[in-house]
């Protein structure tokens, strides 16, 4: 998978409750491939309340950004968890994925810098 940096990205977690969770949380992590966290959020974190599941109950959970990151290799990591932290699952690096871009820029924050010059 390649996304483009400044792409609109849009990542889709599917769950299936083996048992019955009173407040689960979803969350996933961007990292490099030498294991960095570049960005990470959850469910709680974006206020979105998944309410109790019920043992059988399936969600899909998407988070949507821009992907403002340097051309390089990442992972995807996925989790389901407690509020207090206390995992359901948890899927390291889940997705390896490629950022692409038509200039090199260096590091994992494509800040779009714009470089002027006046002599003085």
């Known amino acids: 998978m390649?996304?483009?940096?400044?792409?609109?990205?849009?990542?889709?977690?599917?769950i299936r409750f083996r048992a019955a969770v009173a407040d689960p949380v979803v969350g996933m992590m961007i990292r490099t491939r030498i294991g960095l966290?570049?960005?990470?959020?959850?469910t709680e974190l974006e206020k979105l309340?998944?309410?109790?599941?019920?043992?059988?109950?399936?969600?899909?959970?998407?988070?949507?950004?821009?992907?403002e990151l340097c051309p390089?290799?990442?992972?995807?990591?996925?989790?389901?968890?407690?509020?207090?932290?206390?995992?359901?699952?948890?899927l390291e690096d889940a997705l390896a994925f490629s950022v692409s871009d038509t200039r090199y820029t260096a590091g994992v924050a494509n800040l779009r810098a714009n470089a002027t010059m006046r002599r003085a």
């Open 2 to 14: 390649v996304w483009r940096s400044g792409e609109l990205a849009l990542v889709k977690v599917g």
């Open 37 to 42: 966290n570049v960005y990470g959020t959850n």
């Open 49 to 67: 309340n998944l309410g109790p599941c019920a043992a059988g109950d399936t969600l899909e959970v998407s988070f949507s950004f821009r992907c």
């Open 72 to 90: 390089q290799e990442y992972t995807l990591t996925v989790a389901s968890h407690d509020p207090d932290g206390v995992w359901h699952d948890w």
